[in-house]
């Protein structure tokens, strides 16, 4: 058995002591670095010799053991706290890892519902404000009905939805000003459906206050995590399993569905309220499915 690195030792004692790090973090820290120094060793090269080019020479052989991408940036974020920490405390003259950046990681398609499933899901919706008997159940079944049309209609963040003015249910016109992240403001427009709901769900509200959702809570209005939880309820009695349905997933069939029937990835961008198109970019994958159908549809050798 190998004698115990007194670099990793020194680092590990530091995460606890500064920064109160849990026994099985510092396990797998230890474990990480351990397996970065022993491949160190079989390499022949001393760790004050270590350049970013060994860095990108080990983040190599950790793709061809099979180690996922998710997995190899972990190793690498550990690794390069260990650099810093021996350039910090003078036991390194440099830190090799400032240059080297960690793997690619795929980018996760975001979990869309088709659109006869938000059908289905607003037609229950409908059906249950239009069936309930007591009025605080009827209440309920028109907020939600509310909240569904309005997130699906226009594709607001949850934060936005659920903070939204209780003026927003009587403007005249047939958009929303909605401010978003870092106080940008933008336009987004209302369906017939939408302002109806609002309308309906406001008739009903017996609370006073500045909120068209409001909740006995710290903000004074509705919570996303009560949201969330009635939200998988109606998903449930519309047929749709709870791992299948978040608020973030109807933001993401609002986007999905525009760009499946020609919306401009520009377009949805405004409306999403994202700084950069970058971000809207992970719903290309729609678009590329629409080209893929209109060669097929409409390229006169596909008949052939």
């Known amino acids: 058995m190998s004698a115990p690195d007194p670099e ?3 680092y590990l004692d530091m995460l606890a002591a500064e920064r109160g790090a849990a026994a099985n973090t510092l396990s797998a820290y230890r474990r990480d670095l351990d397996d970065y120094r022993a491949w160190l060793a079989a390499s022949r090269i001393d760790l004050d010799a270590v350049e970013a080019a060994t860095l990108r020479a080990y983040l190599a052989e950790l793709e061809t053991r099979g ?3 998710s997995s190899a940036a972990r190793k690498l974020s550990c690794i390069r706290g260990f650099h810093k920490f021996l350039y910090a405390e003078g036991l390194a003259e440099t830190d090799p890892s400032a240059p080297v950046s960690g793997p690619r990681r795929p980018q996760a398609l975001p979990k869309v519902l088709g659109v006869a499933e938000v059908d289905r899901l607003l037609d229950v919706a409908r059906a249950r404000a239009g069936a309930a008997e007591s009025p ?3 209440a309920r079944a028109r907020r939600m009905l509310c909240l569904l ?3 699906y209609a226009t594709g607001l963040r949850v934060s936005e939805l659920i903070s939204l003015p209780r003026s927003a ?4 016109e047939r958009y929303l000003v909605v ?4 106080g940008r403001e933008r336009l987004v427009p209302l369906t017939d459906l939408a ?11 017996t609370a006073e206050g500045p909120w068209l959702f409001p909740a006995d809570s710290e903000s004074g209005h509705l919570t996303r995590q009560a949201f969330a939880r009635d939200l998988k309820v109606a998903g449930a009695a519309a047929g749709i399993r709870a791992d299948r349905i978040s608020p973030h997933v109807l933001r993401h069939a609002f986007a999905s569905h525009l760009l499946q029937n020609g919306a401009d990835l ?3 961008q405004e409306l999403l309220g994202h700084a950069d198109i970058s971000t809207t970019q992970i719903y290309t994958h729609v678009l590329d499915e629409r080209l893929k159908g209109m060669v097929r549809d409409l390229h006169p050798l596909m008949d052939e």
Do not use: D, F
Not at 169 to 172: I, Q, S
């Open 8 to 10: 990793i030792g020194a």
């Open 67 to 69: 180690l996922k991408a």
């Open 136 to 138: 605080g159940e009827a």
């Open 149 to 151: 049309e309005l997130l």
């Open 169 to 172: 249910a009587t403007t005249r």
């Open 179 to 182: 401010r978003g992240k870092g």
């Open 195 to 205: 302002r109806a709901a609002m309308r309906e769900h406001l008739a009903g509200l």
């Open 266 to 268: 520009r377009i949805v």
